[in-house]
Nanobody, 125 residues
Framework: QGQLVESGGGSVQAGGSLRLSCASP?????MGWFRQAPGKEREGVAS???????????YYADSVKGRFTISRDNAKKTLYLQMNSLSPEDTGMYYC??????????????????WGQGTQVTVSS
């Protein structure tokens, strides 16, 4: 199904912002952002689940609610993650994921069959 390509990671100080992008070779119904910090398990951060009638359901991990915003541009086949008020706890490799059909709230990794290579986010205190 092709490769997802993330971009936008970098190093910022606590309180700063970053915007991640994920370019997809196809228009996926279900897309999500995951992250993995060193020594920790991968966790779902946010998901955007689109139904056949183009209704979009969005879910966030509790740890990012109110700070992160997931969005998508269907015409550009691109998923975004706006991250504000970043803290050192947000440091990690961020991955984009996609699937042609949705399962659950999209915050579990096994709901997806296509992954990007990741983009590093480092937040310093």
């Amino acid at each position: 199904q092709g490769q997802l390509v993330e971009s936008g990671g970098g190093s910022v100080q606590a309180g700063g912002s970053l915007r991640l992008s994920c370019a997809s070779p196809y228009s996926a119904y279900c897309m999500g952002w995951f992250r993995q910090a060193p020594g920790k398990e991968r966790e779902g951060v946010a998901s955007s689940l689109r139904t056949s009638d183009n209704t979009v359901y969005i879910y966030y991990a509790d740890s990012v609610k109110g700070r992160f915003t997931i969005s998508r541009d269907n015409a550009k086949k691109t998923l975004y993650l706006q991250m504000n008020s970043l803290s050192p706890e947000d440091t990690g490799m961020y991955y984009c994921a996609a699937a042609s059909s949705c399962r659950g709230n999209g915050l579990i990794g096994n709901a997806y069959n296509s992954w990007g290579q990741g983009t590093q986010v480092t937040v310093s205190s």
